[in-house]
């Protein structure tokens, strides 16, 4: 991981905007943008049965984890590689929430809105 990507997932770890101006890379490509996902998104998971939603946060974790992995998205031009390590801290998070009985809400939107970018750029 560059320098650069340290600073800004430590940056949205910690809830700074993300400004465009300063992370043009998190904008382009169709993907609207890190803050959409920091503030204006909300997961339609939330409104699932309990059991459903934390499949859905395990899958999207899991998924993520292995798409982070792959040394071809690691050694890639594109925000793929962005979006699953971005996908793969928020649904661990929603994970560790979840396996204490909350379902934060913040978490699991974040975890949605970063892996559908990721799958954006899969295909």
């Not at 292995?66 to 661990?92: D, G, I, M, P």
Request: charged share 20%; aromatic share 8%.
């Amino acid at each position: 991981m560059t320098k650069r990507m340290a600073a800004v997932a430590l940056g949205m770890m910690l809830g700074w905007a993300v400004v465009p101006g300063q992370a043009a890379d998190f904008v382009n490509q169709n993907t609207h943008g890190a803050t959409q996902c920091i503030r204006a998104f909300t997961s339609p998971m939330l409104d699932l049965p309990r059991e459903e939603m934390v499949s859905a946060v395990h899958q999207k974790y899991d998924h993520s984890l292995e798409v982070s992995e792959r040394q071809s998205v690691v050694y890639n031009q594109s925000q793929l590689f962005t979006w699953a390590s971005e996908a793969k801290v928020s649904c661990a998070k929603a994970v560790g929430f979840l396996k204490h009985g909350e379902a934060n809400a913040e978490q699991i939107s974040q975890c949605d809105c970063y892996y559908s970018r990721m799958r954006l750029l899969m295909h």
